[in-house]
């Protein structure tokens, strides 16, 4: 996909019992991929790895404060997101993309600039790629969180825990 993104969204559909995952470009062409469970939970794991990647992270040696930054800058990146506007009904499918393709694979990638490049694979042998910026992978992640939620399949997606240098905190005594 060569045109600039301009929303995604993800919603679970119980008859397929997949995600169907939309992304609509400035021109309003609809790119929409299945996700399964399986890839859902695959995809997290790479995103997961990429955030433990950046320099500000890395930079923690305590597992549990790398864990808190880790959560921050989750948070920040989806505070800083537009989750308010609502689909765009108007759209057209993207070129040759009448119907949603099923991903079966996905591939992450971090570029020297700090962008991020998320490639879903397809059995129709096709490739979705979508040029994201770090904060574009955090909100992905979020949206995929709330429909795996609403999809009830028990993935318990987080990035990092914010809570745990509380915790280790208040085990301290004084």
Known sequence: MTDALHQMTAEFVPV?????????TRDKH????WLTRRLVKKLWGIAVRSFEAEPEVQ???QPRVKNAVLS???QQAVESSDFTTKREAEVKPAPNMEEPLLATSVRVT???????QVVFL??????VNLNLNEEMLHAVCHILQGAADRAGWDLQLSVG????????DANVMH
């Open 72 to 74: 921050m800058k989750h």
């Open 161 to 168: 825990d914010a809570a745990a240098l509380m915790r280790a």
């Open 59 to 61: 930079a923690q040696v």
């Open 30 to 33: 609809e790119y929409r991929v």
């Open 16 to 24: 397929q019992d997949r995600i169907l995952f939309r992304v609509t």
């Open 122 to 127: 397809t059995t129709e042998g096709r490739a």
């Open 110 to 116: 971090r570029g020297d600039t700090g962008s991020v």
